[in-house]
């Protein structure tokens, strides 16, 4: 297109069924596109509907969303998607993932589309709403549709840009014809008047969808002030297509001016395709294009002017210089009908006026040139006109901003006449452009305001230094990080440094607290250290550094040693202590003094602000300072802090203890054993107060320890007095006590027995006992805390301690006198002792341990003076009155009076301590206390059934009847006879019979129950006419003894007969519950007993008739509802009136198949039933009856039954909703026929007439019909019958539904008509509506049964078939040249190639093949090519190699072409490939090479390309007969560093020139002399003397003197001898001179050394200093003579031996 100039680009953005789009989904109903931004497609994949959004930016990753709304559309610009699902709409914002808005309509919407970003239009069948996303807000109704689109379908909404003018587009289908018409209705909301606008298009329905459009327009017209709304839409009509545009909202005009008025152009409608295309103008070619094909150059001016286009710049160029050198105006204008009135001064003026204006207008600024300046400055100005420069200036003003040179040529005559005010009221209006000669140009005049075009213009260095020279340093940092500037700051602060230091570091924090700005905070330090500003360097590096990161451990380390170093006598300026003050803690601030710098660094060390500074060295400077709490703290050697510890006068105590929290634990017990050591009295307090801070740390047996070492008992009592409360380690408290107790402190150790409870208590009573301390308190206390009362009392009694016995009994603990008086009475203690103590704390003991305590020793009588008095005082507990009860019990002293008075004794207790003494005791104590379980089992032991009998009727408690009840329990035989003779009969209470009879129930005990009611109910007894007793034995009866049910029936009358009955039934008592039911009159429970219980139909119907109960007639007729009994069932319901059952009536009448008998009942149903299903069942029975007369009568009849469903839900059979289907389906076409006629249903009627042989009055229903499926049907019956040209007409309508195509296939196929499918789908090739799926399907129709027909299908419609179908046709078909050309076109490239090397015969050509395979993805597929091609076409395999030489993996290749033993085939390739010097490829071509015996190619090859194995190649030519071969073997030794292997080679060949380069280059001796040896042994002279010269390095001087002076040959080693003798010498000098300037140095340091030692002491010193000075002499003697022993050594060294050499004999 860009060849041809057109003024419009075409592209494609993407093919929608190439990023995975069913060509099926891509139409009006599922695909929609609001803006170029999103497209939104509906798709439904294996019945899962979801919503496919492609992104216009990246087109080729749709996203697929899983939503099931029945349309979507997307918001033009952002991703907001709109949902619609019936009348409910949604809104969803995708990126936020929630909902915005939703609404539900009352009316479906027909279309809807976003007609901006924040707003929806909804179009339903009445009206139009607009529905906002802004708010809360509902649709709002903006007009009604007009009648003319009342049954349009809607494809199109439109408003203008103010939402001011709507319209509304729509279709139809014209009535008589097949054409779509398009209607439209206009709408202004201003004036509420709707327009209808309506065309017509010859078009098929098919293609409508882009056949009609229309949009809104807001331009401002030529002559017009303000914008006109146009409107502009496009119709088809029979001649052409048209495009309309109309002025529906005029603007304001000048007066004159002519209206906009009415336009129209053809147009072109593209075919449809699944394409997105994008079409725009072509700004560079639409005026050439108007000024060259259109020759309409007026028009192309003003096009080019109203939007800024290139193309007329020479129409312009002309113009201007026309009107520049006319003379007058009139060139330029129109011709006048009357003669001008202007003057010449007018026309000058004019004319210069017209042609700025015109270079002011010019596009894209052409004409807006310095020329075009220059040529307004040498115009002449008019007399009392302003001149045309300013003239020009004027337009441009007007026009709009002027250019960088406009501005500047503008400003100079401004600035020249002083008028900066215009200047700035320009530049404020942004009307000139600021550049950087702007800014200079007004600097001149104004500062401030060449500042401000400095700033327009971003010219940075030009506004720092502005900002610089007003000293506005605050807004440097501003600006660079508003416009993204980086500069000097280094260079910068040092310019501001220099003239106010503080500006200075005010501008430093800022840069350093600015974010993205590259700070180098040393430079910063270092521009204040050079000008002597170290309170400016202190202030901004304590601010920069507050971060404390690692990596500004060396400005930490600086900013201390500033601090540190500094004189103390150097004033600090007020400002330092001010800036160090606002940095540190107040609390240190005061100590900061202006005088002593090093106190700055020690507050920001207490403060502790850095962490990363060289800390050795710091603390190294602090001891320097004075500041030892300082040194100390950064001290790691432990000997440097215990050294500095000992300077406690220097050290706050505090600190010192603070200090030991950072040491580690060996350190930190090293320095407090130090402390002790050496002076223990004073650094005793430091040392317990670190022990306490740092207890846990340093652990407390350590401490404990060293304590212990130094045996400070004093030290380890305060220490562990401190701690004791913090932890709970054994020892420590035990060592506390210990402590307490070696220094005396009774009370400590009293407390912390008594209150303590983290010692060991057997340790700790151990101890005590050792330590006999004169009060047993502590002793005490640790015994009754920890329960050891038996030893304590064991040590008190045998030491002769009763006093303390008594003290701990009676003031102490009396809780504890059981305890003791045991322990006493098992020492032998007399008992009056016991008596007495136990006596004296009286109510105080505990009288169940001490009863316990003495009853375990046998002397409870012993207590019962004690038992006595404890009673006589009221007490009530339960161990006092056991005790008091055992005794009398034993004293036999009226025991059953004792037993029944008191009240207070434990029953359980007392009755164990009787069993063994007396058994009726102990039932007396157990009945007392209700022991259920203890007298169960004592009167079970000893016989007392009467008694137990007795009880349990008394106790009427169910869960003790269950346990002496069960069958577990021998004794219940017993129990019964005694409950049933005994307890019963005496009882006179119903409650007890009751809970007894719920006994034996819950007991399953039947027949004793049966006995226990029998002589109860029947035995005229009190409870003979209880009711529930009467139920509970017919019931019992009825479970255990069944024979006497009927009996017990016949005899008693109070009992629940229904309920009974009912129970009855249940038990299979038929008879008896039938006998019941009567006896009670409840007929329909006998009918039900006699029809489902008994079973007799017969005595069912006797006792029908005998009762004549229409209840009994329905039970009857339900009872025989079978297929065998429907007629007696029917005739039962009829005389019951019976309506409700009758689906089941129809269902058993239908399956009994009854017809007639239904008739008449359903005829009975419809007098008192109006149902759908009544009726529809009766239609059905006239039809199945063959009563056709009858049916089609009242079918005609008005009725509600069910002919055929409209709607048929899911999985509902149409048994049960449609008598027409019923009957189809049945095979009943005439009935059928009938009914499908009645309710016009053409496409069922289509399929009746098909199955009555009708075909063409089929066709003819199912064109009436239209549906897929109709057609479907009467196809596949004229193909069964053989009518192909009834089918074909079928079948065109079938094909355009790509999802039917296979189906209607399948159906000719089957049968065999292929000839006549292939007419159809060739026929379908024309259709308007042909798609891809037609096409395809073609194509495979060809592939199997005309095949000739199939390569010019393909070459045809490749692009649009569904070429994976295609392509496994062909590959089924073996159609290899046609499946070659599909993978080629489908950019298939790898399939292509392996399929052609499958079937080369049918598909391989060698060019296409060769254009192929430079287009693989798949490598593997090169080198199956290789072995092809070996195989196939060996001849043009350096062809093939060559097209894949840049992919290949040149090494397998190789590795390929060996194993085929074709190498020498592909030398030329082998060629090629050499330059990337691969080792692999190398090797085979100098293998080949070799072969070919071509050494020079050889020889080149080794030098330049050396990347192969040496060794190899050098061994395969030194084997090679010809000389030239193994001269490269020898070389290629040499380069391998084979030495000798090269040197013998050479030496073989006598090449001996190359045997002695390759002996010198390999800088080996040895290989040196053997090679001079051999040569003269060869008598070769010469070669030795060049050897001698070639080799000098490597050879002995020795060695060369021996063979030359044996040899006679001194002549031909003489040159070298002298070399050597040469070299020698100068070395020996080098050495020399080196000594010498060794010597001179060593005396100059010693001088230096004598000078500078002090000569303060006495002689003693001076002595010492003669012993040292006559020691140096000596030592520098001994020195001087070690050097001249080395000399000598190098000497001798270098001269030569020969006493190897001289052995001969």
Request: proline residues 4%.
């Amino acid at each position: 297109m860009a060849a041809q100039g057109l003024p419009i680009k075409f592209q494609e953005l993407v093919q929608l069924t190439n990023v995975g789009i069913n060509p099926q989904f891509i139409s009006f109903a599922s695909l929609t596109m609001e803006s170029e931004k999103y497209i939104c497609v509906r798709e439904e994949v294996n019945g899962q509907v979801q919503v496919v959004i492609i992104d216009m930016a990246t087109p080729t990753e749709p996203q697929r969303r899983p939503i099931t709304a029945e349309s979507a559309i997307m918001n033009p610009v952002s991703k907001v998607i709109a949902l619609k699902a019936n009348n409910y709409l949604q809104i969803f914002n995708m990126e936020m993932k929630s909902k915005m808005k939703s609404h539900q309509l009352t009316e479906p919407v027909v279309y809807w589309k976003w007609i901006s970003p924040s707003t929806v239009a909804l179009v339903t069948g009445n009206a139009v709403y607009h529905w906002s996303m802004e708010g809360q807000s509902e649709p709002v109704k903006m007009f009604d549709r007009h009648a003319t689109l009342n049954d349009t379908q809607i494809i199109n909404y439109k408003t203008s840009a103010k939402e001011n003018w709507m319209v509304l587009v729509g279709i139809k289908s014209e009535p008589g014809t097949n054409r779509i018409i398009g209607a439209m209705q206009l709408y202004s909301k201003e004036k509420n008047v709707s327009q209808p606008i309506e065309g017509a298009s010859p078009s098929l329905a098919s293609s409508y969808r882009a056949r009609h459009a229309a949009a809104f327009h807001e331009m401002k017209c030529d002559g017009a002030t303000s914008d006109s709304t146009l409107f502009t839409f496009a119709a088809k009509t029979a001649a052409a297509a048209k495009l309309h545009v109309i002025e529906v909202a005029p603007g304001a005009r000048e007066p004159g001016a002519a209206p906009f008025g009415k336009k129209n152009a053809d147009i072109y409608f593209p075919p449809e395709a699944a394409q997105v295309l994008c079409v725009t103008v072509d700004e560079a070619n639409i005026v050439p294009y108007i000024c060259k094909q259109l020759n309409n150059y007026p028009l192309a001016l003003k096009l080019a002017v109203r939007n800024n286009l290139p193309g007329a710049e020479q129409l312009f160029g002309q113009q201007f210089n026309q009107l520049m050198n006319a003379q007058d105006y009139k060139g330029a204008q129109q011709p006048r009908t009357h003669p001008p009135t202007h003057t010449p001064t007018h026309r000058h003026r004019r004319r210069h006026t017209r042609a700025a204006k015109l270079a002011a207008d010019s596009p894209q600024q052409v004409l807006r040139t310095p020329e075009t300046i220059q040529r307004f400055q040498a115009a002449p100005a008019a007399p009392g006109q302003p001149s045309p420069i300013l003239t020009y200036f004027g337009m441009l003003l007007e026009k709009g901003k002027l250019n960088a040179m406009e501005s500047v040529e503008l400003a100079r005559p401004v600035i020249q006449q002083g008028k900066q005010a215009l200047l700035q009221k320009w530049i404020s209006e942004e009307k000139l452009e600021c550049t950087e000669e702007l800014g200079d140009m007004i600097k001149m005049v104004d500062a401030q305001l060449a500042l401000s075009v400095y700033l327009r213009a971003t010219a940075n260095q030009k506004v720092i230094q502005s900002f610089v020279e007003t000293q506005q340093f605050d807004k440097i940092m501003v600006y660079c990080q508003k416009v993204g500037y980086t500069a000097d700051w280094g260079l910068l602060l040092t310019n501001i440094v220099r003239v106010n230091p503080q500006g200075a570091l005010d501008f430093a924090q800022k840069l350093a607290a600015a974010d993205g700005v590259s700070l180098d905070y040393g430079v910063v330090a270092d521009v204040f250290m050079q000008h002597n500003c170290l309170q400016q360097a202190t202030s901004f590096l304590l601010d920069v550094l507050k971060g404390d990161k690692p990596e500004e451990g060396p400005l930490q380390t600086r900013l201390l040693e500033m601090n540190l170093m500094a004189a103390p006598q150097a004033r600090r300026p007020a400002i330092a202590e001010a800036g160090v003050r606002r940095r540190l803690s107040p609390r240190l601030s005061p100590r900061l003094s202006p005088a002593s710098a090093p106190q700055v660094a020690d507050a920001i060390m207490a403060n502790e602000m850095f962490h990363h500074y060289d800390r050795p060295r710091i603390a190294m400077l602090c001891e320097k300072a004075g500041l030892a709490a300082r040194a100390l703290e950064h001290y790691d050697n432990v000997e440097d802090m215990k050294r500095a510890m000992m300077r406690t006068e220097l050290i706050p105590p505090e600190f010192l203890v603070k200090f030991f929290g950072t040491l580690s634990v060996e350190n930190a017990i090293e320095c407090l054993n130090h402390l002790l050591r050496t002076n223990m009295r004073q650094n005793l307090q430091t040392v317990i107060q670190v022990a306490r801070e740092y207890s846990e740390q340093l652990g407390p047996d350590k401490l404990i320890e060293m304590f212990a070492t130094y045996n400070s008992w004093e030290g380890l009592f305060y220490y562990l007095g401190a701690i004791l409360t913090q932890t709970e380690d054994k020892e420590v408290h035990f060592k506390y006590i210990e402590a307490a107790a070696k220094v005396g402190n009774l009370q400590e150790v009293e407390r912390v027995t008594r209150e303590d409870t983290h010692f060991d208590p057997e340790r700790v009573r151990d101890f005590l006992k050792e330590a006999r301390l004169p009060d047993q308190r502590p002793l005490i206390n640790v015994c009754d805390r920890y329960d050891m009362v038996e030893d304590l009392t064991h040590f008190l009694y045998s030491n002769n301690m009763s006093k303390y016995i008594e003290l701990y009994v009676q003031k102490v603990n009396p809780m504890k006198a059981p305890q003791v008086a045991g322990a006493l009475l098992d020492a032998d203690c007399s008992e009056d002792f016991v008596r007495a103590l136990i006596l004296s704390v009286r109510a105080m003991a505990p009288a169940e341990q001490l009863v316990e305590e003495v009853e375990k020793r046998n002397r409870l009588k012993l207590l019962q003076p004690w038992l006595e008095a404890r009673v006589n005082e009221g007490v009530q507990e339960a161990p006092v009155h056991n005790a008091l009860m055992k005794i009398y019990i034993d004293m036999n002293n009226r025991p059953e009076e004792y037993l029944a008075q008191n009240n207070y004794y434990d029953s359980k207790v007392v009755g164990a301590y009787c069993e063994k003494r007396d058994p009726h005791l102990a039932f007396l104590c157990y009945k007392r206390g209700s022991c259920d379980a203890e007298l169960i089992d004592v009167t079970n032991r000893h016989g007392l059934f009467k008694q137990q009998a007795r009880y349990l009727v008394e106790r009427q408690d169910l869960e003790l009847w269950a346990t002496v009840l069960t069958e577990e329990n021998e004794h219940r035989r017993q129990l019964v006879d005694a409950v049933v003779q005994v307890a019963l009969p005496e009882t006179k209470n119903p409650d007890v019979v009751s809970t007894t009879v719920k006994a034996f129930m819950t007991a399953d005990l039947p027949n004793e129950l049966i006995e226990l009611l029998e002589k109860i109910v029947l035995q005229n007894s009190e409870f003979s006419d209880n009711r529930n007793l009467q139920n509970l034995l017919i019931l019992t009866a009825i479970k255990a003894d069944k024979t006497r049910v009927m009996d017990y029936i016949n005899r008693l009358t109070n009992f629940d007969m229904p309920d009974i009955a009912n129970i009855a039934v249940g038990s299979e008592l038929y008879e008896e519950a039938l006998v019941i039911f009567k006896k009670a009159e409840l007929h329909r429970e006998a009918a039900k007993v006699l029809i489902d219980y008994i079973a007799s139909i017969e005595r069912a119907t006797e006792f029908a008739d005998k009762v004549d109960d229409p209840e009994v007639w329905t039970m009857l007729g339900k009872a025989q509802m079978t297929p065998e009994g429907i007629v007696a069932a029917i005739d039962a319901f009829i005389k019951a009136g019976e309506t409700s059952e009758y689906m089941t009536v129809i269902s058993v009448a239908e399956q009994a198949n009854e017809p007639a008998k239904l008739v008449e009942y359903l005829q009975m149903c419809r007098k008192k039933v109006k149902e759908a299903h009544i009726d529809t069942s009766l239609i059905y029975a006239y039809a199945k009856a063959e009563m056709h007369p009858e049916l089609e009568e009242f079918i005609s009849a008005p009725n509600v039954g069910r002919i055929q469903a409209r709607h048929r839900p899911a999985g509902t059979s149409h048994t049960r909703l449609d008598v027409a289907e019923r009957c189809y389906a049945e095979e009943m076409y005439v009935p059928a026929k009938l009914m499908f006629t009645s309710i016009s249903n053409f496409a069922r009627l289509a399929t009746c007439l098909v199955r009555l042989g009708e075909f063409q009055a089929s066709v003819d229903a199912a064109r009436k019909a239209n549906s897929t499926r109709t057609w479907k049907e009467v196809n596949a019956s004229c193909v069964e019958a053989g009518e192909f040209r009834l089918a074909q007409i079928c079948a065109l309508h079938i094909i355009v539904n790509p999802d039917e195509v296979d189906e209607l296939v399948g159906v000719y196929e089957v049968k065999g008509h292929f000839e006549e499918i292939i007419a159809v789908m060739e026929a379908g090739l024309g259709l308007e509506r042909a798609h891809m799926g037609i096409f395809t399907e073609l194509g495979v129709l060809y592939s199997k049964y005309k095949e000739e027909k199939l390569m010019e299908h393909v070459k045809l419609f490749w692009s649009r078939v569904n070429i994976r179908k295609m392509l496994k046709a062909c590959e089924e078909n073996a159609q290899w040249e046609e499946l070659v050309f599909l993978h080629l076109h489908h950019d298939e490239f790898d399939n292509a190639a392996l399929a052609m090397i499958a079937h080369p015969t049918e598909a391989w050509e060698h060019l296409k093949f060769k254009d192929t395979i430079a287009k693989l993805t798949n490598t593997e597929i090169f080198y199956k090519a290789i072995t092809f091609y070996l195989d196939y076409s060996p001849l043009e395999i350096n062809s093939l190699l060559e097209a894949m030489a840049s992919r290949v993996d040149h090494v397998r290749v190789i590795s390929q072409m060996k194993r085929a033993g074709h190498l020498p085939l592909v030398k030329p390739y082998l060629l090629t490939t050499q330059p990337a010097n691969i080792k692999e490829v190398n090797d085979a071509l100098y293998a080949l090479y070799v072969e070919d015996e071509d050494h020079e190619a050889l020889a080149k090859g080794v030098v330049t390309f050396d990347n192969f194995d040496q060794v190899e190649m050098a061994q395969m030519c030194e084997k090679h007969s010809l000389l030239q071969f193994r001269r490269i073997g020898a070389m290629l030794y040499k380069r391998a560093k084979k030495w000798s292997k090269s040197v013998e080679l050479s030496k073989k060949d006598k090449v001996w020139d190359e045997a002695i380069e390759t002996t010198a280059e390999s800088g080996d001796s040895a290989i040196a002399e053997e090679l001079i040896n051999f040569f003269v042994e060869q008598k070769l002279n010469t070669c030795f003397a060049a050897a001698l010269y070639t080799c000098y390095a490597q050879l002995r001087p020795d060695v060369v003197m021996e063979l030359a002076w044996r040899n006679n040959l001194n002549d031909f080693a003489m040159p070298f001898m002298v070399q050597t003798m040469r070299e020698i010498t100068n070395k020996l000098d080098t050495l020399v001179e080196k000594e010498r300037k060794k010597e001179e140095a060593a005396a100059e340091e010693k001088k230096k050394a004598e000078r500078g030692r002090p000569q303060r002491d006495g002689g003693v010193r001076r002595g010492h200093g003669r012993r040292h000075g006559r020691r140096d002499a000596a030592a520098n003697g001994r020195v001087r003579r070690r050097r001249r022993l080395r000399v000598l050594m190098c000497t001798e060294a270098l001269r030569p031996s020969s006493s190897t050499h001289f052995a001969g004999p």
